[in-house]
């Protein structure tokens, strides 16, 4: 089809066709990102309109399409380290009026999974997978009904490990990363894996915690979990400017969201806030909005075992007490 024929598709992953690297687009024209993630809305329109159009392209196409498309900047981004309240905060700006919220899309998901296992630091590469990047999020932030004001990406949370190449390409895109406790993140994380911690390549993780692919196959659960979140930790804590807000888990509330809001330069109206406190109350991932948000801090700290217990405190321990020290020292008097 026509690159011009493309006005409200997006692409919805990154893949390879025939030994041709490129983006899966789908006609997405009418539709709202109104679930948690992007993916939940994928699924969503794959299973209620099997008939709705999808068409592979090329990665070269991107540039082209870029000045073809009428995009909102990106207004605010959000990193975090897993398991952290960082889908109740994209949940939050969904609230507002005219945003787009784009919650870990898997094209972008798998472009900077590019800077990971394939670094080339100033190279043609990494400049290459950069302006991939910034197209598929311009795609991404189509307008669609000509209100949109707003753009909101969280990432993934091992993209928190390209942070300063993602600031290289948007500098001056204020963002915030949400962290917690570890013992609770990886009691979290051993619950319920997520999929980021069964990639059986194992090359993402292997660099994100600086070690072989066959040693992180040879890792724990615990140990790599605990790892990966230190790394994240680390990272945050080194990069954090006055572009930044860290924020802890503990913190979260209706006062401190609307704090977030008003740092990303926004001021939200009262009834946008009492939207996102209606919404605070429900359990932030679940796409009917059925389930009830339950506080879990303590529960979680109760069934963290021995190897998570040493697994937090042999790495994860003090770089977080690390950030903790780092957000403190910037809270105001």
């Known amino acids: 089809m026509a690159l011009t024929?493309?006005?409200?598709?997006?692409?919805?992953?990154?893949?390879?066709?025939?030994?041709?690297?490129?983006l899966s687009w789908m006609n997405m024209a009418g539709?709202?990102?109104?679930?948690?993630?992007?993916q939940q809305t994928v699924d969503r329109l794959r299973l209620e309109h099997p008939d709705r159009r999808e068409t592979f392209i090329e990665f070269d196409a991107l540039v082209q399409l870029q000045k073809t498309f009428d995009s909102v900047a990106p207004t605010g981004f959000i990193f975090h380290s897993s398991r952290c309240g960082?889908?109740?905060?994209?949940?939050a700006c969904r609230?507002?009026?005219?945003?787009?919220?784009?919650?870990?899309?898997?094209?972008?998901?798998?472009?900077?999974?590019?800077?990971?296992?394939?670094?080339?630091e100033q190279g043609a590469k990494a400049m290459l997978y950069s302006v991939f990047l910034r197209a598929a999020i311009n795609a991404l932030a189509q307008?669609?009904?000509?209100?949109?004001?707003?753009?909101f990406v969280k990432f993934a949370c091992c993209s928190t490990s390209q942070i300063e190449r993602i600031r290289r390409i948007w500098p001056n895109v204020p963002w915030v990363f949400l962290y917690r406790d570890p013992v609770e993140t990886i009691v979290s994380n051993m619950r319920n894996h997520p999929s980021w911690l069964m990639d059986e390549d194992h090359r993402v993780l292997a660099s994100i915690i600086g070690t072989s692919p066959e040693e992180v196959?040879?890792?724990?659960?615990e140990e790599l979990c605990a790892r990966s979140i230190a790394s994240f930790f680390s990272t945050a804590h080194r990069v954090a400017n006055d572009r930044a807000l860290l924020l802890n888990y503990n913190q979260l509330s209706t006062a401190e969201i609307s704090n977030v809001l008003n740092f990303f330069g926004i001021e939200p109206a009262a009834a946008e806030m009492e939207t996102i406190a209606r919404q605070s109350q429900i359990y932030s991932k679940a796409a009917s909005g059925a389930r009830a948000f339950v506080a879990d801090a303590e529960t979680k700290q109760q069934?963290?075992?021995?190897?998570?217990?040493?697994?937090?405190?042999?790495?994860?321990?003090?770089p977080y007490q690390l950030l903790e020290q780092k957000r403190l020292g910037n809270q105001e008097p």
């Open 95 to 120: 609230a507002l009026t005219g945003a787009i919220v784009l919650s870990e899309p898997p094209a972008v998901d798998k472009l900077i999974a590019r800077f990971i296992t394939d670094p080339d």
């Open 86 to 91: 960082s889908t109740l905060l994209s949940n």
């Open 31 to 38: 539709v709202e990102l109104a679930e948690p993630f992007f």
């Open 217 to 221: 196959a040879q890792m724990s659960a």
């Open 143 to 151: 307008r669609r009904t000509g209100r949109e004001r707003y753009l």
């Open 5 to 22: 024929d493309l006005q409200g598709w997006m692409p919805v992953d990154a893949v390879v066709v025939e030994g041709r690297p490129g």
């Open 303 to 318: 069934l963290a075992t021995g190897a998570i217990r040493e697994g937090a405190a042999r790495w994860a321990n003090k």
